[in-house]
């Protein structure tokens, strides 16, 4: 058995074990719905021609009354996540939905409506709702797709809303995210210093390589957090930057 099979099966193992690892419960943010989908828009489904799938162009029909993002027609075909069934009720009830095309839509007739904004933010009426998916259009200009980032809901938050304290909200990787790092590297919350250090590991220059060093070099980090100053060096060594 040679030494390329063995190390081809130990990186199978290992990828298969990150796989079956339970994923936190995560939500997706307003920002990161509209930034990731060309076109949506607030409208009602007139028809419905069938489930999701990959490989075709739409699966209903809407009749648009505010576009968000893109220029669509005031009856268009779209192509959204969910089961026939649902689209039927939501056909036949005449409900409001914000709609991703390719992805999620949002039932804006919901009595329990809540969604976060990349700010963490949890909204619950329509206007506002839009409103925050009109600005994350405004503020990413030409922007079609954004890497994201799994961020900790605040434990505070997360028992507030009754929501399980493990709960992720999943916001753009952009410029915002970055100074929201930045200002929390030394948090006395640990976890959003976890936070703060894996997301400066996305922006890499010289300032951040600067706060960086500073954390690995934080004596005031016990043993028990000793994981922060290991992002920080792990992403010092990404960067090819000597600690």
């Not at 998916?133 to 405004?138: L, P, S």
């Not at 434990?155 to 410029?175: E, F, K, S, Y």
Request: aromatic share 6%; proline share 5%.
């Amino acid at each position: 058995m040679g030494l390329r099979f063995l190390i081809l099966i130990a990186t199978f193992l290992v990828a298969a074990a990150a796989m079956a690892q339970p994923q936190p419960p995560t939500k997706s943010s307003i920002d990161e719905l509209v930034i990731n989908s060309q076109y949506s828009c607030v409208c009602r489904i007139v028809k419905v021609f069938g489930p999701y799938s990959d490989n075709i162009g739409a699966n209903v029909e809407v009749k648009v009354e505010h576009r968000i993002r893109g220029e669509v027609r005031d009856e268009v075909g779209f192509l959204i996540k969910g089961s026939v069934v649902q689209f039927e009720e939501w056909r036949a009830k005449g409900t409001r939905l914000l709609a991703f095309n390719g992805g999620e839509a949002i039932n804006l007739s919901d009595p329990n409506l809540s969604i976060f904004d990349a700010n963490l933010h949890l909204l619950h009426k329509t206007d506002a709702i839009v409103a925050a998916a009109r600005a994350a259009v405004r503020s990413h200009p030409g922007v079609l797709r954004i890497d994201t980032y799994w961020l900790h809901l605040p434990v505070p938050v997360a028992r507030a809303n009754d929501m399980p304290l493990d709960m992720h909200v999943l916001v753009p990787c952009d410029a915002q995210l970055e100074r929201w790092a930045i200002g929390r590297l030394h948090a006395l919350n640990v976890e959003e210093r976890g936070d703060a250090v894996l997301i400066l590991r996305r922006f890499p220059s010289d300032e951040n390589a600067r706060l960086l060093l500073q954390i690995v070099g934080d004596k005031s980090i016990d043993a028990k957090n000793e994981y922060v100053k290991r992002y920080a060096q792990d992403a010092l060594d990404a960067w090819r930057i000597k600690s």
